[in-house]
């Protein structure tokens, strides 16, 4: 690690210090987009049709990540799609247009379905 390239003990203290509060930030900064995801599901009303772990009318968020694991187009294809609707993934049921949402909450509650939808 590049902490121990350090010339003194004390340097090293604080490098390790500032590696571990990075760390940490990082986790807290992960609760709260989760946190501010779950807010917009719910005031965009996903949560009607989608739950996190089961099938509703939509398929569960968690298929949704499982389904496009490691596919590098979908980010855009489901911010698109979440955005004017449509069928055709899941079945023939389409999902209505979200066109109230932020370019912003788009990006965050894709974001956030893409890893799991994972809750603070
Ligand atoms: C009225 C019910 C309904 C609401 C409200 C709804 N969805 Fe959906 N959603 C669906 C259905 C049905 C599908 C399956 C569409 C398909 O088969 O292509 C779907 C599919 C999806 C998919 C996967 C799309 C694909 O092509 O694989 C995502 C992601 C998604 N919804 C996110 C959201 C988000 C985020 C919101 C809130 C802004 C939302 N949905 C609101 C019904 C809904």
């Known amino acids: ?15 390790i210090a500032i590696f571990i509060l990075a760390l940490i930030s990082s986790f807290t900064w992960a609760e ?19 739950a996190i772990d089961k099938k509703i009318v939509g398929p569960s968020f968690q298929s949704v990540a499982e389904k496009y694991k490691g596919n590098p187009k979908a980010a855009v294809f489901l911010a698109s799609k979440v955005r004017n609707g449509g069928a055709g993934s899941w ?8 066109s109230g949402m932020s370019d912003s909450d788009l990006v965050l509650i894709i974001s956030w379905v893409l890893r799991g939808a994972p809750t603070p």
């Open 1 to 15: 690690m590049f902490c121990s390239k350090l010339p003194s003990k004390s340097l090293w203290n604080i490098c």
């Open 32 to 50: 709260t987009e989760n946190g501010k995801a779950v807010e917009i599901a719910k005031r965009g009303a996903c949560l009607g049709c989608h």
């Open 91 to 98: 079945g023939v049921v389409p999902m209505p247009a979200n």
